[in-house]
């Protein structure tokens, strides 16, 4: 960040931003996804064999292994990306808008910004509890879901999407 990007940030307004119905729903369904995360290894972790398929290509067949321990590493993940998140999201005069932000925008601005980083939080966390899910049934029986095959491109469109609408709905506010 440069000293003249900086100092736009330093004078843009610092409205509070009051939370909404919707805005709580996210942050609960986010916390409850990262819930479900652990939860997932803590009830098959005891059925887990020592070694795990942990990747596989685009056919479903296992191309990469790791230890039982491996299965933490998707929800730890995911709770780090919580954290972080829920950090960002009470700064939201940090972030980058398509339009400038004034006194008379700020309120609009921020709470869209906001409520995107929550649906943000909260497809992350999904994503990997939907992984998790994943890995641990693979491990359990060997077989990958069909379900799998579109989780790439389910997710991406769910991410892109909501970006776009964001970004739409913060340029039409302006």
Known sequence: ???????VIKQRPHPQVTLTIG????ELLALAALVCCFAIVGAA???????????F????????????????????????????????NHYPRLYNYPVEITGENAQIQ?????RFMRLLKFEVVLIFAFLECLVTASA???????AALLFLPV????????GGYFIFRSVKAK
């Open 110 to 114: 921020y709470r869209l910004a906001t």
């Open 140 to 146: 359990l029986d060997g077989q990958l879901r069909s």
């Open 23 to 26: 805005d709580v729903l996210l």
């Open 57 to 88: 290509n685009l056919k479903g067949a296992v191309d990469g292994y790791g230890g039982k321990s491996s299965v933490l590493y998707l929800p730890l993940v995911a709770a780090g990306l919580y954290i972080l998140l829920t950090i960002l």
């Open 155 to 162: 997710s991406l469109v769910a991410v892109a999407g909501s």
């Open 45 to 55: 972790w005891s059925r887990l064999p020592e070694t795990i398929p942990m990747h």
């Open 1 to 7: 960040m440069n000293i003249t990007t900086w100092s």
